[in-house]
């Protein structure tokens, strides 16, 4: 069975940053598109960036662009989601994902084959 770890997430006032970790006990992230996604209290899951492997394209949502940066560090096996001048609407769990795909299908969930169980991001003052 696959597990993917996510960590990093925590208490942080607005403006501030945060570094989500994405890691598979063996298993390799090489091979897949790895997606960032996120759940809001009383709101549906969404997409925030994906990276993928094949032909190395990012996506971000319009809501993160400028602000988040997802990389991987494929010795690590590790993808991260960097998170600067976050915002209280930023709150939300955070998952990460593999996708069935080398690359990414846009911040689409629908080729998701394995999810992380979460780390919850709180952005309060």
């Known amino acids: 069975q696959v597990q993917l770890v996510e960590s990093g997430g925590g208490l942080v006032q607005p403006g501030g940053s945060l570094r989500l970790s994405c890691a598979a006990p063996?298993?390799?992230?090489?091979?897949?598109?790895i997606g960032w996604f996120r759940q809001a209290p009383g709101k549906e899951r969404e997409g925030v960036s994906c990276?993928?492997?094949?032909?190395?394209?990012?996506y971000y949502a319009d809501s993160v662009k400028g602000r988040f940066t997802i990389s991987r560090d494929n010795p690590r096996n590790t993808v991260y989601l960097q998170m600067d001048s976050l915002k209280p609407e930023d709150t939300a769990v955070y998952y990460c994902?593999?996708?069935?795909?080398?690359?990414?299908?846009?911040?689409?969930?629908?080729?998701?084959?394995?999810w992380g169980k979460g780390t919850l991001v709180t952005v309060s003052s």
């Open positions: 994902a593999t996708d069935t795909l080398s690359n990414c299908r846009g911040l689409h969930d629908y080729g998701i084959h394995y």
């Open positions: 063996g298993f390799t992230l090489d091979y897949y598109a």
């Open positions: 990276i993928s492997s094949h032909n190395g394209r990012i």
